[in-house]
């Protein structure tokens, strides 16, 4: 089940971070099924992820996320929740790549702090110093042991227990 939360007050008036959608309806944002920030779809019960927004390719029955009103300036014309500024200010990601542990910021701000606070890696990962550009603190377990270099001090080779 997906979690929704409402963007409008009391009256059912679209609060002011919330962008309006085609029909007066606000964009809503929800919780997908894998724990990350999540779109709602029009027909309140499918809720994608926020980086499907805006990608060219309609994910929502009806192609409200592919809608002129939502993608014509992006990340601007976008709901604040879908959005998430990297430690460039120039820079921005989709909020679900927030914490995902690959290097979406290419500073991997979108994975330390202060721009983000995020948890030490979870039971799929191995922490240690990448030497791959694309992971920040930790590397999936199933690169440990097959034989080529992840980590600077190569304790995945040697240390990790593998996935």
């Known amino acids: 089940m997906n979690k929704i939360f409402p963007q409008e007050d009391v009256n059912g008036n679209v609060a002011p971070e919330t962008k309006a959608l085609p029909g007066g309806k606000g964009a809503r944002a929800c919780v997908t099924p894998t724990n990350r920030t999540g779109f709602l ?77 995020c948890p030490s890696c979870g039971p799929g990962w191995w922490r240690c110093t990448p030497t791959v550009f694309k992971y920040c603190d930790c590397i999936p377990r199933t690169l440990c042991r097959d034989r080529v270099q992840h980590c600077s001090d190569w304790s995945d080779e040697f240390s990790c227990p593998g996935p």
Do not use: K
């Open 41 to 117: 779809c029009h027909d309140r019960r499918t809720c994608i992820p926020a980086s499907s927004v805006c990608d060219g390719v309609r994910a929502c029955a009806h192609g409200d996320d592919e809608d002129e009103s939502l993608c014509r300036d992006v990340p601007r014309s976008l709901p604040a929740f879908l959005v998430a500024h990297c430690g460039d200010p120039a820079s921005w990601i989709y909020s679900d790549q927030r914490c995902d542990g690959t290097n979406n910021c290419g500073d991997c701000s979108d994975e330390r702090s202060p721009v983000t606070v």
